[in-house]
Every structure is written in C-alpha cells, then in structure tokens.
C-alpha cells in the first residue's frame, strides 16, 4: 500500500480507537459497552495489521490477527456472559460521576494526552508517531472509567481499555513488538478477565449486586 | 438492529383505500387534501375517542387524505366534537370554537354528539353539539367505525 | 495652548458643584449639564489627541516633589474619548433621573468630580498622578454608591466596595512603586525608555500584581465581587458611569502597563490572562443567566464581556510571544472594539433598566412584564442594548467578537504546544459565553419588557421624561453604529494600535470598512452590508406572507388561547426564574442554588396539598466559598485588637507615642 | 462575480423556498412508510402552507410587535442563510458579507426571534417552549464554532467558499477522524437546532413534551403558514449546508456555466434527498430524551468537537 492510504488508515485506526473509548464513557448499558470494546479491539488490531503490511513484517501481521481474535473475539465474549441475566445488572446505573460532567473530564484527558504526548511526536514526526496522542488518551480514560464507574464489569472495561491503549501505543511507538511480548500481555488480560468474572459470579451470589460500593461491608 | 428486519417483515399495512365519497361541503378554503383537527371530548363515554385514534392509526391512516389532529385551535381547520356536551364542557367548547380561525367546520362525531345518544336529558347534559355551536359535519353510530370517519374526513377534505 | 483645555476637568468641578447644589434652583441640571459638558470635553481632547499629536501638562505646584503630570497619547485618548462619550449620555439623562429620585446634593456635586476622576485617570503622565487621579475616581465613585444609603444593602455594598477597590489599590501601589523603583523615574514616559533593563524576576511581580489590582476594578474573577453588589445598588445613571466607563479603566491599566511597557513576556503572561479572562467570562455569563434582577444581571454580563476582552487581550500577549503578530493585531482590535461597544451598550442598558426603576420602582424581573406597551421608547432602548450583549448580528457586540473567533481559530498551531491547546479551548469558552449570553439577554428582554405585568407596580408604569430618553437615544446611536458600521472606528483604532507595537500592534491590523477583511487570514464579514440583505430578507417573507390574502376573512383580535378556560392569569406565565430554571438544573455543579420546597399537606389527608412554597437562593460559590473565610479570619482578628481599645483617651496617646519612637528607631 | 453566479444565488433561494415543505413531506412519507402507513404524500406540507396562507389571520389580545415580526425574521434569515451558503455555486455574491461564523449568528438570530415571541404571548407553554429552545441553544453554541473550527483548519479560513473548495480540492481529508469527528458533532447540534428527534419531536400533540411548537401555538393562519416554512427551510439549508461541507461533489465553481450551474442543482437536491432520508429513518428507531439528558447529548457532540479541532491540529496538518 502507499504512503497516502498508510496514513489515512492508521488515523481512521487511531481515531476510531479514540472514539470507542469515547462511546465507552458516554454510554451506560453494559452490552452496549462491551460492543464498544470489540469495536475497539478491531480498531486496535488494525494498526500492527496496517503498520506489518506498510512494512512487509510477516511477524507483525500475525500479532494483528491474534489481537484481532483475543481482543475482538474472545474478551468481549467472555464479558458479554459476564453481564449477567438480572436487568438491573444490565446498565452503569448511577456512575459516580454524571455523564455530562465525565464527558467533559474526558474531553480534558485527551487534549492533555496531546499535550504530552507532543515530544514524542516532534521526537520523528512520522505517521504512526502522530497516532499516538489518540493511543495514550485511551489509556488515561481508561483509568478515569476504573475510577469512575461502580460495576465491576465497568471496571473490567477500564481495565481491557487501559491494556488496549498501552498495546495501541506500543505498535504505534516501536512499530510493532515481538510477538511473544503482546502473547504474554493478552494472556494476562485473558486471566484477569476470567479472575473478574469468578468475582463478579461470587459479588452476585454474596451481595445481589456487583456494585463495588458494596465491597466496603467487607472492610474488618 | 432487529427493527429493521421486524420493519421489513410487517411491511405495509395499511388498509387499501376506498375511492372517494361525494363532497359533503366545498372545502372553505378552496385548498383541497388539507385538513387540521381539533379534538374536544365534550363529555363523551371514550367509545368515540378509541375510534378516531384507530383511525389514525397505520391500519386505517386518515392522514393519507390530508387529515392531522394538531395540538392548538390555532392551527386548526375543524373542530371534532364528541359526546353530548356537559354544562362544564359547553363554555370551554365556545372558546375553542372562536379560537379557530376562519373559516371553520365543526365535526360532530358519534351518536351523542350528534342527537344526545343514551344520555339525552341527562342531569349534567346540556344538550347535542349542534345545540351549542353550529354542526357542519355529522358522523353518527355508537361509536361511529373508523371506516366511517374517515370517509366523513374525506368528504371534508374532497381528497 | 492645552493648558487651559487640559486643566479645565477638575476645577470647574470643583467650584460649580456645590455653589450649585447651595443656590440648589435645578441642581440636577446643573449637575447633569456639567457631567455632559466634561464628557464633551473629554471625547473632543480625546479624538483631537488620537487625530493629533499628543498633548502634555505639567502643574509643577499641584503635588510637592513631583508635580503632576499629564500625558495623552492616542491609548490614553481613545480611553478618555469613550469615557467622555459615556458621561455626556449619562449627564444628560441625569439631569430627568435626579428630578425624579429627588437626589440630595452630595451626589449632585459628586457625580461631575467621578467624570473628572475618570477623565484623569487615562491622561496621568506620572505613576503619582495616576495613583491620585485613581483614588480620585474611587472615592468618589464610592460615595455614589452610598448615595442612597438610608438602604442597608446599600450600606453592605458600599462597605464591600470599600473594602475591595482600596485592597486592589494596594496592589497597585505596590506594582507600581516597584515599576517606578525599577523604571529609575516616577513618568511613565522615563519608565518606558529604560524598561529593558528590567530583570524578569521584578517584571512577573509588576505583572501579577497589577492583573489583580486592576482585574479587581475590571471585575475580575476572583475579585470580581465587589460588582454585583456595589452596581446594581448605585442610582442608575452611576451604575452606567461605572459599568460602562470606570471598569474600562481595570483594562487601560492592564494594557498600559503590561502591555506597553513590560510585553512581550514569557509565554504564561498571555496564559494567565486568557485564563483569568475565561473563568471571569463564562462565570459572569453563567450568573448573569440565572439572575433575576436586572441591574445585577446587567452587572454580571460586565464581568463577562470584560472577562472576554481579557481574553483577547491574553491572546494577543500569548501570540505575539509565539511570533503571530497579525493575527496578534486582530484578537488587539477585537478587545479595543469590544471594550468601546461594550461601552456603548452597557450605558445603554443600565440607562434603560434605571428608567424602568424609576417608573416602576422595580429591578426584580419576576415582578416586571408588560412594559413594551407602557414604555415603548425605553423597550426599544433596551432591546438594542440586549442586542448589543447578546453579541448576535446587528448587535453592537458581534463584530468584536466575530474579531475574537477568527483571531482565536487562526492562530498557528504547529509551532508551540501551548498555542495549539489554548486555542479551541478558548473557543469553547467564548462560545459558551455567547449561548449563555444570548439566554440572559432574551430573559431580560422578554421577560422583562414583553408579555403582560406581573405586578400593579409594572402595570402602572409611564414612559421615562424626555431627557432620559434623550441620553438614551445617544447611546442607542452609538450601538447603531458599532452594530452596523464599525468602519467609522477603524482609523482611531489604527492609531491606538501603532502605539503598542509590543503586542503586535505595528503589523498590519484588519482593515476594517464595508467589508471587512482580515490580513494574512481569509476571512471577511460585513456588518453593514449583511444588515441591509436582512432587512430584505425579512421584506421578502412578509411580501410571501401576503400571497393568497384574497380569501382571507380579516384580521381578528381574539383573547388567548386558554386551553379552554375564559382567561389566563398574569400569574400563569413563565418568571425569570422559571425561565431560567433549566440551565440552572443543568449547571446545577457550578452554581450551587440553595433550594427548599415545602409541601403543607392538609389536615385531613396527606393527598390534598394545601400550600407548596419553593424558595432558591441565589449565592455566588466564589463569594461563598472564597470570601466568606476571609472575612471571618478578618474579623475574629479585630476582635484581638478590639482589646486594645479601653476607650482612655491617655492610653491611645500613649500608643501613638509608641508608635512614633518605633518608626523613628526603624527608619534610623 | 458573473451574472450567472447572481443567477445561481437567486436560484438556491427560490430552490430552498419550493423545495423546503417538499423536503419535509419527503421525510414525514419515509416515516410513514416505514411504520407501515401511506402517509400524506410528498406535497402534503405544500398544501397545509397554501391552506393556511388562505386562513383568517389572528392577533391574540395583549401581543405585541414581536410577536407580529418574528415569523418573518426568522423566515428571513432562513432566507438570507440560503443566498449566502454555497448550495448550488460557490461564487455567491454574498459570500464575502457573511463567514460560517456570521451564518451560526443568523441561524441564532431567528431563534432569539421565536424564543421572544413565545414569550411574549405571555402564556404558560409559550414561555416553556422559550425556556427550553434558548436552554438548548444556549448549549448548542459551543459545539457548533468549535465544529466550525475544525472545518476551518484544513482551508486555514471559515469563509464558506474557501472551506468547500479545500475539501473539493483534496477530499482525502475526509477520512481523517478529524473531519468524520466534526461530521458527527455538527449532525448532533444541526438535529437539536432544528428540533428534530431525539431532542424534540416535531409530531407531538402533548405540550408538555414541546419545544419548538410549544412556542407557536399562538400563531394561526398566514403567521403560522410562515413559521412552518422557515422552520422546514432552516433543516433544508442546513441539510444542504452539511452536504456540501463534507461532500462537496458537483458544486458549481466561482464563475460557473449553465451547465455547472444545472448540475450543482441536481447534485444538491440528490445529497439533501439523501441525508433526509437518513435523517426520518434514523428517526424512526430512537424515542425523544428527558429534557434533561438532551445536555449530555450535547456535552458528547461538544467532545467531538474538541477532539475534531485536536485531531485536526495534531493528525490532520503535518507537523513540519
């Protein structure tokens, strides 16, 4: 592929990696979230796919795929069993902080992840470098949807989205990491998830609920 | 998005429409296939009032002839008036009458609009439609069928 | 040859006054007259100054060492112009408005001397005459203030007042102490010649202090507070001097002495004023929504409007640093332009909102409607000031803010970070500025002036005396022509601007004539031109509105639509405060409103409501949060010294004593 | 600036002026068809406008000027909107008169003009109708420049002429997120300031619900037959104006022929007969929002917007 098609692909990538986190934060029913995070991850696997194709990088494509599966397929999946049958477990029903006000939090976030994210672009302005304020934006609005949110499973998300963003700015700064190195961090996104959805089946049969608030109880 | 498919598999269902009846009055306006309602339940058992939303409902579908029930007297063209017309309904009738604009119709919608039905010399009944405000438009039965107000709009909107 | 022209403000003041008011045969047009002719000719030296070469005086024997001085460039000019311009609307509406309020003779004799003090404070050639011709106007402009002072909420606010203006005077003082120490010279002229010598460490303080201390006179955040309280309680023609005039007098300072003599500075200079500028912007614009008097909505939309012309005046310091000296020029212009037409409409207003006060007695908005009938002048007033503020198309305030934008979203954006960030962000908040602006605006307007009275008092209302209206009709020129033909502007603004090549003033400004154009950016507007094709517009819908009038019965009045019932009472319309209810729900976070609603049930059951009383308090979070400890910590202090005084006349004597051996010994 | 671009001024003026009520039956037939009913026919808005232009006009006791003049400020500045933004031809004699900015003023200044005509007939649905339209409008403002800045950026200009030549001259921008992000964010705030769903439903009967009619319900006759028609022509141009921002495809040049002019005509009625059918069928799967949730619509269409103008500066313009 040339030039012109390289860049706008991976900005389209970027962006709609971006704006998934975006709909994350805005919307509050959990299907409609964890599509969100599927989206993301077909957003995610786009960059190392693009970037090993640009470069003729067999090894890279093949990490794009196994993102693809993992973070598309298989997470999302697991999550959506995790959402539960209970209609009340279906939305973020009260976050802590309103929608309105974590939008324009959000807002805030990303304009500082341009901000800092500046010399590293300036370091070479390449195309993948200028994509990677978007991957590091997602990352602080992951931890600001973990601060916010009170479902365990919200806070799931957080957790995928912060590892999406560091991958995302991983392939996107060094053009690609070994594929041993991505297995390893999406095994461990795998666990995590699997060890989240035996707390949230415990949180349910102990409290009714998995509204984390009520973890409290178990304080001394 | 599973509107789309249930969307695709209702398809239309509106009913096919009967060719016109004759002109019951010219249209006022000279504007034929134009018509806003204003409704007013005068003191009416309800019957009517199920009956006119059938009719605007996608089986019948008066709006296909031109004909909309609106929210203001302002807007509107013809006031239809159901159920015999109560002591405390007839002055809020008057006033929504003046409110139209000329020129106007009134519509008088089911048995008891137009002749005081099963509550003729009721205690609380001043009297039919017609013995407030002048009736241009009569749509007997009890509760008169949607086929048949929509036939008496049409003939209203020539359309 | 200027002598006798320049040294004639004050004294005239000075000697007419109170023979005046003593002979009292129509002090007020005196008064009045006398305000207006200052104000003649304070625009008269200020255009001559601008068109001309500047003018100095010197009256060695006025002030002992120094003397004072007076130096009036085309920067200081256009500042004396606009506020002689202010003072003759003022003065000859004043003359009907002291009739009616039957003013005593203290304010008769003060209200001239304010326009004096005003006058000066621009014309100051030295660091000394500028802080005398300062507190001149603060002092005076304070006794104004308390010139209804039987009031206790005139009382509150004359002592805030008080307390704030001679608060930031300290920092002024000190700022300029510190430029004049620094500057070797006590004229402004000698400071400027050797400011480059001046390390950074002297020039951040001299900045810093001098952005509060005239911030706190321009009304801005967060020592904003003393203007929401001390203008609506001054009589109305006071009001305008001070919304229209004197806080212009907060942005002279800033540009005189940040812009002209200390810029270009580090990037944060520029910063911290768009900052300040936002935050005053958007919070004034917020409050002012939500108020339901007019005057402090009137006195909340300053604060905005000189919140934005920080805001500009921020990014023209920030661009020029970040080497953007054209576009540095527009976001210049836009701040000279708002602050004249900010002038011209907020006279306008607070002359309009007084003129109702006299008529009706009543600046609560939920108590006012139905005056477009019973006072149809001032309506018209009011409804071109509202236009003004709102900052829509054929308003005064559009043009300049149209300036604002495009110096804003033109900015270069790939040279530093810093720019890139500040920009959409400042767009963000002028934008919210203006919806909100424009919602306080209609609220005003409508509610205020349309639909029916919600009191006897607003029923009963008559039109304004003929002099009023005269000064009103004067203002209302002037919004006319700010909204429709800025192009006679654009020259003084050309001159104003040579003056401060610092911040970008000698590169090319917007060349500003039928249509205005932008150098270096592609961007044009034409006010007057877009006015006219809507007036055509607006001929065209009513000419389409005609077709088919053949078969319309005529026209008929009919009383309004009732639901069905007879009639509606004036008491079912929408209040200021209901229509306000929305926005306030949604800024709920920021504003804070402290409600209650009481639901009395009756007796019988606890489903029959008999009575539902809602109270919301309005309070400003800045004040309530800011100031309130302050104040506290202040006074549990004087309670400490309160010891001190025994009430023995020997005691006291004693402590001056001491004091006096304790200066002596330290100035040793 | 030819006659023929003058012509094409004149012809985007009388084409808004027929074609608006057509757009709106267009859209109220694809709703119909949709729920499964016939619906009125394309024509049905014209024929209420020509019935209604031969009613009784009615002045409602106690009503004043503004009320009589707003219909037709807020037609006129439909209208004006229509002469100045490039729908057929980009040479618009009015072009250099009024910018983007200038526009949004325009659009605002028929909205102040009803919101104060609700108000002033002094009843109790037309100040809430005011309440809220000026509360949305209120909130809308910041999301519309800042969109308008994101436009603004690749053209280095917000004068509508130079912003549709830059995308017509190099549409590989178009899929740069910072134009697809200011796409969306300028879709919301066009659906709120017109009062479409979901933020308010312009077939309601309930005035509880209302926003726009709520303001209206006094107006009758020719007053009301004016009100319907700006309100169809601002969808219509500002359809229009969307389409040609971000599709710029087929637009007549500064100095067009005959030809040019002819097929800037077809092309623009092909996009707006596009985009409002998108615009009814996306209608038909949502419901109106809560009052009170329609600001975090807005607060999430003013994120685009910021994000638009960042990913613009950052990703769209080369760093160099």
Request: aromatic share 6%; hydrophobic share 55%; glycine share 10%.
């Amino acid at each position: 592929m040339n030039q012109a098609t390289y860049t706008g692909v991976l900005d389209l990538a970027a962006g709609a990696f971006l704006l998934a986190a975006v709909l994350i934060v805005w919307r509050r029913e959990l299907r409609a979230i964890v599509r969100m995070l599927a989206a993301q991850g077909v957003a995610l696997a786009t960059i190392p796919l693009t970037v090993g194709m640009y470069q003729k990088d067999a090894a890279l494509v093949v990490v794009g795929v196994v993102v693809l599966l993992l973070r598309a397929v298989v997470l999302p999946l697991l999550l959506a069993r995790a959402v539960g049958t209970e209609d009340h477990e279906r939305r973020e029903s009260t976050p802590l902080v309103n929608t309105t006000a974590s939008l324009l939090i959000t807002a805030g976030l990303t304009v500082l992840a341009y901000a800092v994210t500046r010399p590293i672009i300036d370091l070479d302005p390449s195309p993948a470098t200028r994509a990677v304020p978007a991957a590091f934006a997602v990352i602080l609005i992951a931890v600001f949807v973990m601060v916010s949110r009170r479902r365990a499973l919200s806070q799931a998300v957080g957790f995928m989205m912060l590892d999406n963003g560091i991958a995302a700015t991983a392939f996107l700064i060094t053009s690609g990491v070994p594929l041993i190195v991505e297995l390893g961090a999406s095994l461990d996104v795998l666990f995590a998830v699997l060890v989240l959805g035996l707390l949230t089946g415990h949180m349910r049969r102990t409290f009714g609920g998995t509204d984390l608030d009520q973890l409290r109880e178990l304080r001394d | 998005m599973s509107w789309i498919g249930k969307i695709g598999r209702v398809g239309r269902i509106v009913e096919p429409a009967p060719d016109a009846p004759e002109a019951a009055i010219v249209p006022p306006t000279g504007v034929t296939g134009s018509l806003q309602l204003r409704h007013v339940d005068c003191g009416s058992c309800n019957g009517c009032e199920l009956e006119i939303t059938s009719a605007f409902s996608p089986v019948y579908d008066a709006e296909r002839f031109g004909a909309r029930l609106v929210a203001s007297p302002r807007h509107a063209d013809a006031l239809l008036a159901t159920g015999v017309v109560t002591h405390n309904m007839r002055q809020p009738l008057l006033n929504t009458l003046k409110a139209i604009p000329e020129p106007r119709i009134v519509i008088a919608v089911g048995d008891c609009a137009v002749n005081g039905g099963v509550f003729t010399k009721g205690y609380g009944v001043v009297g039919t439609v017609g013995d407030v405000v002048p009736v241009d438009v009569e749509i007997p039965g009890c509760p008169p069928t949607p086929q048949q107000i929509i036939t008496a709009l049409r003939s209203v909107t020539g359309r | 040859m200027t002598t006798t022209i320049d040294a004639s403000p004050a004294a005239p003041a000075l000697g007419e006054g109170p023979r005046a008011a003593r002979r009292s045969i129509d002090g007020p047009a005196l008064s009045g007259g006398l305000t207006a002719i200052l104000g003649a000719i304070g625009l008269a030296l200020g255009l001559s100054v601008i068109f001309g070469e500047p003018r100095q005086l010197r009256i060695g024997w006025l002030l002992p060492l120094v003397g004072v001085r007076l130096d009036l460039d085309p920067l200081g000019g256009v500042f004396v112009a606009a506020t002689g311009a202010v003072a003759i609307a003022v003065g000859i509406y004043a003359v009907g408005y002291a009739r009616r309020e039957h003013w005593a003779r203290f304010p008769l004799v003060t209200l001239p001397l304010f326009v004096a003090g005003m006058l000066l404070v621009p014309a100051a050639g030295s660091v000394t005459t500028f802080l005398l011709a300062w507190e001149l106007m603060a002092a005076t402009s304070l006794i104004l203030v308390l010139s209804e002072h039987r009031r206790k909420e005139v009382r509150c606010a004359g002592v805030f007042y008080a307390v704030m203006t001679q608060l930031g005077f300290v920092f002024i003082l000190i700022a300029l102490v510190v430029l004049s120490a620094a500057g070797g010279g006590d004229a402004f002229t000698t400071i400027e010649a050797n400011v480059d010598n001046l390390t950074q460490g002297p020039r951040n303080a001299i900045f810093l202090l001098t952005v509060l201390g005239f911030g706190s006179k321009a009304g801005l955040l967060p020592l904003h507070a003393w203007l929401p309280k001390a203008h609506p309680e001054a009589p109305s023609p006071v009001s305008a001097l001070m919304s229209a005039a004197m806080v212009n007098m907060g942005i002279y300072g800033i540009i005189r002495i940040d812009l002209q003599l200390l810029a270009p500075g580090p990037h944060w200079w520029g910063l911290t004023l768009m900052i300040f500028g936002a935050v005053s912007a958007v919070f004034g614009v917020l409050q002012a929504s939500v108020a339901t008097d007019l005057k402090q909505l009137l006195a909340y939309s300053t604060t905005e409007n000189m919140g934005l012309i920080t805001l500009a005046l921020g990014a023209a310091t920030l661009l020029t640093s970040s080497g953007a000296p054209t576009v540095a020029a527009i976001a210049l212009t836009a701040a000279l332009l708002h602050l004249l037409s900010h002038a011209a409409f907020k006279t306008l207003g607070f002359l309009a909102a007084g003129s109702v006060l006299a008529a009706t007695g009543l600046r609560d908005l939920d108590k006012l409607g139905g005056l477009a009938r019973r006072m149809p002048v001032t309506t018209v007033m009011f409804g071109i000031a509202a236009l003004g503020a709102s900052g829509l198309p054929l308003g005064a305030g559009f043009v300049s803010e149209w300036l604002l934008l495009q110096s804003l979203i033109h900015a270069p954006h790939d040279s530093i970070t810093l720019v890139a960030l500040a920009m959409p962000l400042s767009v963000g908040a002028v934008a919210l500025t203006t919806g909100l602006g424009i919602a306080a605006m209609v609220k005003a307007f409508g509610v205020g002036f349309l639909a029916r009275p919600r009191s006897a008092a607003a029923e009963a209302a008559r039109e304004a005396p003929k002099s009023m209206l005269a000064g009103m009709t004067l203002a209302a020129a002037a919004c006319v022509v700010f909204a429709i033909a800025p192009v006679l502007l654009s020259p003084t603004l050309q001159r104003v601007l040579a003056v401060l090549p610092r911040v970008g003033g000698d590169s090319a400004g917007p060349q500003i004539e039928t249509i205005l154009r932008l150098p270096g950016v592609a961007g044009s507007i034409s006010p007057g031109l877009l006015a006219a094709a809507l007036v055509i517009a607006i001929l065209l819908a009513l000419a389409l509105a005609r077709w088919g009038r053949r078969h319309r019965p005529p026209v008929a009045v009919t009383p309004l639509w009732a639901s069905g019932a007879d009639s509606l009472s004036p008491r079912m319309q929408y209040t200021a405060t209901s229509f306000a209810e929305p926005l306030q729900r949604v800024f709920d976070d920021i504003l804070r409103p402290d409600t209650n609603v009481e639901v009395t049930h009756f007796a019988e059951s606890q489903y029959l409501v008999e009575r539902v009383s809602y109270r919301t308090l309005m309070a400003d979070p800045v004040e309530q949060r800011f100031y309130t400890p302050v104040v506290q910590a202040v006074t549990s202090w004087a309670q400490l010294v309160r010891r001190a005084h025994t009430g023995s006349v020997h005691l006291y004597l004693a402590y001056g004593a001491a004091g006096l051996l304790i200066v002596l010994l330290v100035a040793r | 600036m030819s006659a023929l671009a003058v012509a094409a001024a004149a012809l985007q003026v009388v084409g808004v002026l027929a074609g608006a009520p057509l757009v709106v039956g267009g859209m109220r037939q694809v709703r119909a068809r949709l729920e499964g009913r016939a619906g009125g026919g394309i024509g049905q808005p014209w024929r209420d406008l020509r019935k209604q232009l031969r009613k009784q006009q009615i002045t409602p006791r106690g009503t004043t000027v503004v009320f009589a003049l707003a219909p037709a400020v807020v037609a006129g500045s439909s209208l004006l909107i229509a002469a100045i933004v490039p729908i057929i031809a980009l040479g618009s004699p009015l072009d250099s008169v009024a910018d983007l900015f200038g526009v949004v003023g325009l659009l605002f200044l028929g909205t102040v003009a009803l919101t104060l005509a609700g108000i002033d007939t002094g009843t109790a649905f037309g100040g809430m109708g005011s309440s809220r339209e000026i509360t949305i409008a209120a909130l809308v403002e910041p999301t519309i420049l800042l969109a308008i800045f994101a436009l603004s950026v690749p053209g280095q200009s917000a004068n509508l002429a130079a912003i549709v030549s830059a995308t017509a001259n190099n549409p590989e921008q178009l899929v740069s997120p910072g134009s697809l992000l200011a796409f969306v964010a300028l879709a919301i705030v066009i659906i709120a300031e017109t009062g479409r769903l979901p933020v308010d439903n312009p077939s309601t009967h309930l005035e509880l619900t209302m926003i726009h009619e709520a303001m209206v319900l006094e107006y009758a006759g020719p007053k009301l037959a004016l009100v319907e028609w700006a309100s169809s022509m601002r969808l219509t141009v500002l359809l229009a104006l969307v389409a040609n921002l971000f599709f710029p495809w087929g637009i007549a040049g500064a100095d067009p022929s005959l030809l040019a002019v002819l097929i800037g005509l077809a092309s623009i009625a092909v996009k707006v007969v596009v985009l409002a059918g998108l615009l009814a069928a996306g209608e038909v799967f949502i419901a109106k929002l809560r009052l009170f949730r329609v600001p975090e619509l807005l607060a999430g269409s003013f994120l685009l917007a910021l994000l638009a103008v960042t990913a613009s500066y950052f990703l769209g313009t080369p760093t160099s």
